[in-house]
């Protein structure tokens, strides 16, 4: 495997369900991230992780919960999804939690809720 | 305020016609870089480039160029003898001092055979 991956690529969730996003980079970065692209809205950054902490938490609501359990993995709970969640999930990596350093981006996980 | 600008929602082009993408950028920061993402259909963004502000040399790689113009803020993205395999939309970004990255909004490109 190479670069970002990120499992499942399509995933049919009910309102009571609980699931998990799964990333992972083997690219040797340190720094890893997770964003919400809705259609028609630009891309939000939801979660930094720099290091396996976390960084910075974007006003995300409680019902996503992010778990960095090593630098190579990062990892999206959801529970009582509500269906605007419904969007593509980006994961993506970079060297550091630096401004310099460009992002690689897995292909994502496209989420229903239903 | 939105710090990055794609002003072009959409744009239809034919094959081997040269088209250019426009963004504007907001920035009260010396020192800042800009980035320009691919994004086809398959969904995963891919990395084209990165500029810093301290370096305005246009820069070329094949078929694509990039125009940086700090005077305007503006880092525009131009394509030559477009081909049907650079459909996809394309995301210019920013990230200055609060290490974020900020997106703008997208341009579709459509290229028609």
């Known amino acids: 495997e190479t670069g970002v991956t990120q499992t499942p690529r399509h995933l049919v969730m009910g309102m009571t369900n609980k699931k998990s996003l799964k990333c992972e980079q083997h690219l040797g970065h340190n720094a890893m991230y997770w964003y919400k692209q809705s259609a028609k809205k630009p891309l939000e950054l939801m979660f930094v992780y720099s290091l396996e902490e976390r960084v910075e938490n974007n006003s995300v609501p409680s019902r996503f919960s992010p778990e960095c359990p090593n630098s190579s993995h990062l990892f999206l709970h959801l529970h009582t999804l509500q269906p605007e969640d419904s969007a593509l999930y980006l994961c993506?990596?970079?060297?550091?939690?630096?401004?310099?350093?460009?992002?690689?981006f897995g292909p994502g996980t496209r989420l229903t809720v239903t | 305020a939105q710090k990055v600008t794609q002003a072009q929602t959409e744009i239809s082009v034919v094959e081997k016609e040269d088209v250019t993408l426009d963004c504007v950028y907001e920035t009260r920061d010396t020192t800042y870089y800009l980035f320009w993402y691919k994004q086809p259909p398959s969904g995963e963004l891919v990395f084209l480039i990165r500029?810093?502000?301290?370096?305005?040399q246009n820069e070329i790689s094949g078929r694509y160029s990039w125009n940086f113009q700090k005077s305007t803020s503006s880092f525009n993205f131009t394509i030559t003898a477009s081909q049907v395999v650079d459909s996809a939309v394309y995301f210019c970004a920013l990230s200055d001092t609060t290490y974020k990255f900020y997106f703008g909004s997208g341009t579709k490109l459509n290229v028609k055979p």
């Open positions: 993506a990596s970079s060297q550091d939690h630096d401004r310099s350093y460009e992002q690689y």
């Open positions: 500029r810093n502000s301290f370096d305005e």
